[in-house]
C-alpha cells in the first residue's frame, strides 16, 4: 500500500496503533511531526502541513490493538482530521465489523467505506508456486519433474486453506512454500497440513527473544490459557487473565519475578498471538487456538479423566466445526493409543446399517441410463494451458457461491434446520471422522505396525465408503424422479420431442452420477494417500474380493504418489475392459488417470 501510494505522488504515514497512547490524542501535531521525521527525509513538518490535504494518507495497523475506549477514539479522529484527507485503518480480524472495531461509534463510522483483503485466486496462486520453483531449482528439472512438484504443491496449498482458518493471502502462501522449498527432504505430502500450522505459531514463539527454556515455559503456558478459554467458551478479561496466571505460577511452582505478568501480556500481544477486542482478550488467529487446545488435550488425556470425557464429548459432537478443527490437530501431535481407541469406537457405532460403497451392483440402476459410454479421444495437450484453465474454472466456481453465501442470509434458519436432521449430523460425522483417520494414518503410517496399519486403513475406508453410499443411495432411490424433471425442463424449451428430452436427460442423470463417483473417490484418496501405506494398497489390488471401489481408491493412491510401472498400468488396463458394462465405475477409472494426465507431464 505505501509503495503504491508513493508511487502515485501520494504521501502516506503509517503507523502502529500498538504506539498510538492516550497522551498523544491532545498534542496530535507533535507526535505527527516526530513520526513524519522518522519515515521521511527533506520533508518538514510546516511543508507536510501545507501540502493539498487530499494528498495526505494515514495508515494505521493492527487496529485491534489500540488501546484507547470510545471517546478517545472519537477525540483521536477528530484530531487527525485537518492533517489528512484519507485515514486507512488495518485490522487483522476478518471477522468483526466495522461497527465492531470502532466500538460502534457513529460519528467515527460515518463515511467510512470497508474493504477486505481478496483471498489470492487459484490462477495467482499457481503463478507464485512457479515463481517459488523455478527460485530454488537447478535449470536440470524436467517439464515432468516441474509439472509433478507444481501438482504437489497446489494440492498441499488447498489442503492447508480448506479449513479456512488462516485467510488464503500472498504471506501466507509464502511462508508455506518457503517451508516446503527449505526442507524438501521432509515428506510433506505424507504429513497433515496441520504441520504448516505449527511452522505459522513457531515461526512468531522465535519472535520472541529469549531462551529455549522460556519458550518451553510459554508453550505449556498458552496450552493451558487455551484451555482455560475453551472452559470459559469465550475471550477473558484482564482480571480473569491475571487470575489464570497466578495460578499458572502456583500450578507449576513458578516464581512471579521470573515470569512476570506484563511481560508475558506484552509479548504476546505484540506478536499477535493474543488480540484484545471490546476488553476481552482472545487468541489472534483460530489455528493458534485449536492447536494449543489439541496440544493440551493429548499432553494430558493419559492422566485425567476429565480431558478424557472433553475428548469423548468433542467426537461426540464432531460435526461441531470447532471441534473438527480440533481434532484435526490433536491427530498431528503424538500418536495416542486412548485417543486411537476412542476414535475407532466412534467410527464403529456410526452408518451402522449403511452398507460400504462398492461401486458395482449398487450402481446399476445408473449404467442402465445409457447403453453406451461415448469414446474418449486423448491428444495431445498444452498443460501449461490446461491447467489455468482448471484455476480459472475454479475461481468463478468460488466467486459464485460466495455471491450465492452472500444471497442466502435469509434462509439462515431453513438452513440450519436442514442441517441438524439426524441424517444430515450422522452423515457429516462419518465424513469429518474419516478424514481424522486419514490424518492418523498420514503422520503415523512409518511407525505403525502392519496389523494397526490394515486396522486403521479399513476403519477409513469403511466410514469413507459409506458415507458415500449413503449420499449414492438418495441418488438412486430418486433416479426415475430426476430423469421426468430434467426432461420436462427440456421439454419445455421446445428444441426436442419427448423421446429424445429423455434420452436427453437420462445423459444427464449420468454424467452427474459420474462426477459426483469420482469426486467421492478422489476425496477418499486425498485423506488417506502417502506413500507409506502402498504397500498395503498394491495387496488390495491384487486380491480378487476387492471391491471396485476399493480397487480404484487402490489406483488413485498409486497415481497421486506418481509411483507407475508397467504392472501396475497392465493391471488398469485389465480392470478396463473387465468393467465394460460397469460404465460408471470404468469411466471413474478414465477419468482418474485423464486428471493426471491434463495437468501433468507423465513418463508412461
Known amino acids: 500500500i505505501i509503495m503504491d501510494l508513493f508511487d502515485y505522488g501520494l504521501i502516506p504515514i503509517m503507523q502502529d496503533s500498538k504506539n498510538i497512547k492516550k497522551r498523544h490524542i491532545n498534542d496530535i501535531g507533535k507526535y505527527l511531526d516526530n513520526e513524519l521525521k522518522k519515515q521521511f527525509t527533506g520533508l518538514s513538518w510546516d511543508r507536510f502541513v501545507q501540502e493539498d490535504i487530499k494528498k495526505k494518507y494515514l495508515i494505521i495497523d493492527n487496529w485491534d490493538s489500540l488501546e484507547i475506549n470510545e471517546t478517545g477514539i472519537e477525540k483521536l479522529f477528530d484530531n487527525l482530521e485537518p492533517f489528512f484527507g484519507n485515514i486507512i485503518v488495518l485490522s487483522s480480524n476478518s471477522s468483526v465489523t466495522v461497527e465492531e472495531v470502532f466500538k460502534a461509534n457513529e460519528y467515527v463510522i460515518e463515511g467510512m467505506e470497508e474493504f477486505e483483503i481478496r483471498k489470492v485466486s487459484n490462477v495467482n496462486q499457481e503463478e507464485l508456486i512457479e515463481k517459488w520453483i523455478k527460485r530454488k531449482n537447478d535449470f536440470n528439472m524436467t517439464n515432468e519433474e516441474f509439472s509433478l512438484k507444481l ?69 505449556t503456558y498458552l496450552s493451558e490459557l487455551s484451555f482455560y478459554m475453551f472452559n470459559l467458551k469465550s475471550g477473558f478479561s484482564y482480571d480473569e487473565w491475571f487470575s489464570f496466571h497466578k495460578n499458572h505460577l502456583e500450578k507449576y511452582d513458578m516464581r512471579a519475578q521470573d515470569f512476570k505478568f506484563d511481560v508475558v501480556k506484552k509479548e504476546l500481544l505484540e506478536q499477535e498471538l493474543l488480540s484484545n477486542t471490546d476488553s476481552l482478550f482472545h487468541f489472534n488467529h483460530d489455528y493458534i487456538y485449536f492447536y494449543f487446545i489439541a496440544k493440551y488435550l ?36 503424538k500418536r495416542n493409543k486412548y485417543i486411537v481407541d476412542e476414535l475407532v469406537l466412534a467410527a464403529q457405532n456410526l452408518l451402522k446399517d449403511t452398507p460400504a460403497l462398492t461401486l458395482d451392483e449398487d450402481i446399476s440402476v445408473f449404467n442402465d441410463l445409457m447403453e453406451n459410454v461415448p469414446r474418449l479421444v486423448y491428444k495431445e495437450v498444452n498443460i501449461k494451458e490446461n491447467r489455468r484453465n482448471r484455476n480459472e474454472i475454479r475461481d468463478q466456481i468460488i466467486d459464485e457461491y460466495e455471491d450465492e453465501e452472500n444471497g442466502l442470509e435469509q434462509n439462515r434458519d431453513n438452513i440450519s434446520e436442514y442441517k441438524q436432521s439426524p441424517e444430515v449430523i450422522e452423515y457429516i460425522r462419518a465424513c469429518k471422522l474419516s478424514e481424522a483417520f486419514g490424518n492418523v494414518l498420514k503422520n503415523y503410517s512409518g511407525s505403525l505396525l502392519k496389523k494397526e496399519k490394515e486396522l486403521l486403513a479399513q476403519v477409513t475406508l469403511d466410514l469413507s465408503l459409506k458415507s458415500h453410499s449413503q449420499l449414492i443411495n438418495r441418488f438412486s432411490s430418486n433416479t426415475d424422479h430426476f430423469v421426468n424433471l430434467f426432461s420436462e425442463m427440456i421439454l419445455k424449451k421446445g428444441t426436442r420431442n419427448k423421446e429424445e428430452s429423455i434420452k436427453k436427460s437420462k445423459e444427464f442423470v449420468f454424467s452427474l452420477v459420474n462426477a459426483l463417483c469420482f469426486s467421492m473417490i478422489q476425496t477418499t484418496v486425498s485423506e488417506i494417500s502417502t506413500k507409506n501405506l502402498l504397500n498395503l494398497f498394491d495387496r488390495l489390488i491384487k486380491d480378487d474380493q476387492t471391491s471396485t471401489a476399493l480397487s480404484l481408491i487402490s489406483y488413485g493412491v498409486f497415481i497421486d504418489n506418481n509411483n507407475f510401472n508397467d504392472s501396475l498400468i497392465n493391471i488398469m488396463k485389465d480392470k478396463f475392459d473387465v468393467l465394460s458394462e460397469n460404465k460408471i465405475s470404468r469411466s471413474t477409472l478414465r477419468f482418474l488417470i485423464i486428471h493426471q494426465l491434463l495437468y501433468c507431464e507423465m513418463p508412461h
Not at 195 to 201: K, Q, R, S
Request: without cysteine; charged residues 25%; aromatic residues 12%.
Open 298 to 333: 493429548v499432553d494430558n488425556i493419559d492422566d485425567s479423566e476429565e480431558i478424557k470425557n472433553t475428548f469423548r464429548e468433542l467426537i461426540q459432537e464432531i460435526e461441531n466445526d470447532e471441534n473438527t478443527n480440533i481434532l484435526w490437530f490433536i491427530t498431528h501431535f
Open 151 to 219: 501438482e504437489e504443491y497446489t494440492d498441499i496449498l488447498n489442503s492447508v486453506f480448506k479449513t479456512a482458518t488462516v485467510p488464503k493471502s500472498p504471506l501466507y502462501i509464502n511462508i508455506i512454500l518457503q517451508a516446503l522449498l527449505s526442507d524438501q527432504s521432509y515428506d510433506f505430502k505424507s504429513k497433515g497440513s496441520a504441520y504448516f500450522y505449527e511452522v505459522l505459531i513457531k515461526q512468531t514463539l522465535t519472535n520472541i527473544e529469549t531462551s529455549e527454556g522460556y519458550m518451553a515455559t510459554l508453550d
